[in-house]
């Protein structure tokens, strides 16, 4: 529909010379009903520009735009609204996604640019747990939603890796903990050793003195500090890696906060040298007060960096490395005054680029009304989530297809992706309360049911493959296939959905939000389900036969597309 527009708005602007095309876009909409055309321009703000009453600038253009596209036009009400040519259009769209294939939906808008997207950053010794599922997976969806506009992609796991928790675990390893037990558990250990320090320290709270002491001993290279560190990550990622391949999500960098540890120094020198940091009863501060913001502290009265020191120097690092357009910060909601702040003291410093840095906050996610604590080791690990989905899908699959061949790799792409379309069904910016069984639901608008037709027009096509008739693959088009024969409600219906999916891509991007194409496959599905209840595909008519199974094709790739990019897999058979 997107070139429908574009046509539509080129014609008002060489009319209306007062108004551009692309502000013509901007008023374009789709009618919510048919019968009141396919795209529809109000003329109410041209009529401020041009001193006319809504319906007569309306009934002007109506007059005046003539194109064999549109294949008639309707002044009501204020509104001019546009019929498209039937016929044309499905040629059109037909062709378009079975020649792109896989491609279809791209556009080459970055142009090669780079943009740098921070996302997941589990902390270290800590369980993942579903609190971290959704930076990882809005993460993961802007990543392929950049890639796939053309966007030079990199992805950072900015592990949390270094900070006082790990001076307290610490000291709980030394009184609790051993080596071996350690290993056996993993992560669950240093979890239960991270817990009741807490619990201890209620008691005893000179513990906090003894873990800050051992924090302290890491940022001064103490041997024995930095063994034991360097062994709870390396127990850690093995733990990260298996979640990270059960959600199909990868980085091209896992530099966490230690990495930055020999790179700040310069950056608070820097600082200084540019009068902007200055002492405050031992710590050291960037000052925000003319910008409403509370400071910025850089360094503790111990001397110790903290979150808004490794971030600055992430950054420059990132620059300097990746030379990026923007980098993208994915994180919740509780941490915007936390990149206003740093973003602020990237500018005070004279960077340019600070303009081009972009915190992209999300919902909270909680347990019941109350939120997650690794400290009260109130958690849900991601781990045992998804392995619960897959063994729900396994059990849906035999009972319902038990013949299904590979049922324990399909059922982990529908009980995985449940979770996922889950999280990215609805605003990033809502807080979400955890309910196991609205996550592990099948029922309604869901990952598996945007799966599922996904696998049924696959069926289709096999069907009509094993039947020997002529199907539109590979980018080849059947010398039968007429396009034009498409012309019913429903199929033309699933025409208009199909080719509205790169204008969703393009929306995703700009507002930064995955769920516009969750909400479009959805919608996709259900168009598609209308016209296969509806219109019978495996009938005698050759012609109508093969335009069918073309748009069950069109169907089925813009779905695998959809799919991928927010990070979905799309089984064939279900």
């Not at 009934?59 to 009400?77: H, P, V, W, Y």
């Not at 002491?213 to 500090?225: H, I, L, P, R, S």
């Not at 990270?244 to 230690?258: I, P, T």
């Not at 602020?344 to 680029?353: A, C, Q, R, S």
Request: aromatic fraction near 10%; glycine fraction near 6%; charge should be negative.
């Amino acid at each position: 529909m997107q070139h429908y527009k574009e046509l539509i708005a080129g014609q008002v602007s060489s009319l209306i010379k007062e108004i551009s095309s692309e502000e013509v876009m901007s008023l374009l909409e789709y009618p919510a009903k048919p019968e009141m055309g396919d795209i529809s321009l109000p003329c109410f703000s041209l009529s401020k520009i041009l001193r006319q009453a809504p319906s007569q600038i309306a009934e002007r253009l109506q007059e005046q735009i003539k194109d064999d596209a549109i294949a008639r036009m309707e002044a009501l009400s204020g509104y001019l609204n546009f019929f498209i040519n039937k016929e044309q259009f499905a040629t059109t769209i037909i062709h378009e996604i079975i020649n792109e294939s896989d491609r279809y939906g791209s556009r080459n808008i970055g142009q090669g640019r780079t943009v740098v997207i921070d996302y997941s950053s589990p902390n270290i010794a800590k369980p993942f747990h579903v609190g971290h599922l959704r930076s990882t997976v809005i993460g993961n969806a802007l990543y392929q939603i950049y890639s796939f506009l053309g966007y030079n992609c990199v992805g950072v796991n900015h592990l949390g890796d270094w900070g006082t928790q790990f001076g307290k675990l610490i000291v709980a390893y030394q009184r609790w903990g051993s080596a071996e037990q350690i290993e056996q558990d993993a992560i669950d250990e240093m979890f239960r050793l991270y817990v009741k320090f807490h619990q201890e320290v209620e008691t005893y709270p000179e513990l906090e003195d003894e873990a800050r002491a051992w924090f302290v001993k890491m940022e001064q290279g103490d041997q024995e500090a930095l063994h034991l560190w360097t062994r709870f990550i390396e127990i850690s990622m093995r733990e990260f890696e298996k979640i990270y391949n059960l959600l199909g999500v990868s980085f091209d960098s896992y530099a966490g906060e230690s990495f930055y540890n020999d790179k700040m120094e310069p950056v608070i020198q820097q600082l200084k040298d540019q009068n902007l940091l200055e002492e405050d009863q031992g710590a050291w501060l960037v000052r925000l007060d003319s910008f409403d913001m509370a400071p910025a502290l850089m360094l503790k009265k111990d001397g110790s960096s903290l979150y808004h020191t490794r971030d600055v120097t992430a950054a420059i690092y990132r620059q300097e490395t990746y030379h990026f357009d923007k980098a993208i910060y994915v994180t919740d909601y509780s941490q915007n005054l936390h990149f206003q702040q740093w973003f602020k003291v990237i500018e005070l410093m004279g960077y340019p680029w600070a303009k081009d840095l972009v915190h992209v906050p999300f919902g909270r996610v909680s347990l019941e009304g109350s939120g997650f604590s690794t400290r009260k080791g109130n958690v849900i690990k991601l781990e045992d989530l998804l392995q619960q989905a897959i063994l729900k899908t396994k059990e849906i699959i035999e009972a319902k297809n038990p013949q299904l061949d590979n049922k324990d790799e399909i059922a982990q792409q529908v009980g995985v992706g449940a979770v996922i379309f889950n999280d990215l069904s609805g605003n990033r910016i809502k807080d979400i309360v955890f309910s196991w069984e609205e996550v592990l639901s099948f029922e309604g608008e869901t990952g598996p049911y945007v799966q599922y037709t996904h696998a049924r027009a696959c069926s289709v096509i096999r069907k009509a493959t094993e039947l020997g008739y002529t199907t539109p693959v590979d980018g080849e088009l059947a010398i039968e296939l007429d396009p034009t024969l498409l012309n019913n409600s429903v199929e033309f219906s699933t025409l208009k959905m199909l080719s509205l999916f790169p204008e969703r891509i393009e929306q995703a991007l700009v507002k930064l939000e995955p769920s516009m194409i969750s909400r479009y496959l959805v919608d996709l599905a259900q168009a598609f389900n209308r016209f296969y209840h509806d219109s019978p595909i495996l009938i005698e008519d050759v012609s109508l036969r093969t335009a069918r199974l073309a748009l069950v094709q069109c169907v089925q790739i813009t779905l695998q597309n959809g799919l991928r990019l927010i990070g979905l897999q799309s089984p064939e058979k279900i």
